[in-house]
C-alpha cells in the first residue's frame, strides 16, 4: 500500500497534525491530495507531490518518496519526522528487573 503510506507519512507530521486539528475545529474538512502525474525528481530519486488542502485551497506541499521513508517540503528540505521517545535496551530493562 505505497499510496497510504506515503498519505500517513504527511498526516502523521507532527505540524501537519496540529494544521488539521485546528482546520477541525472551525468546521472545514481536511484533504490530502496525492499526484502520481506529478512526479518530481531530487538527487537520482523520484517523489510523488501531495498537497494538503482545506476549504478549497492548498496549505502545503510536500514530495514524499513512493516508500513512504522521505518527506521534503516544497523547498526540497527533509521534513522532521516525529521524534521519538528515548526506549531503554531490552539488556537494561532486564538488568533493573
Known sequence: MPLRRAVT???LLPETEAWAAAVHKTGAVVQYALSLDREWHKGG???WTLEARAEGSTWRRFYVSPDGKRVLS???RPEAAERRKARTS???RAGAR
Do not use: F, H, L
Open 74 to 76: 516544497e523547498s526540497g
Open 90 to 92: 531490552g539488556e537494561a
Open 9 to 11: 507519512k504527511v498526516k
Open 45 to 47: 530519486r523520484c517523489y
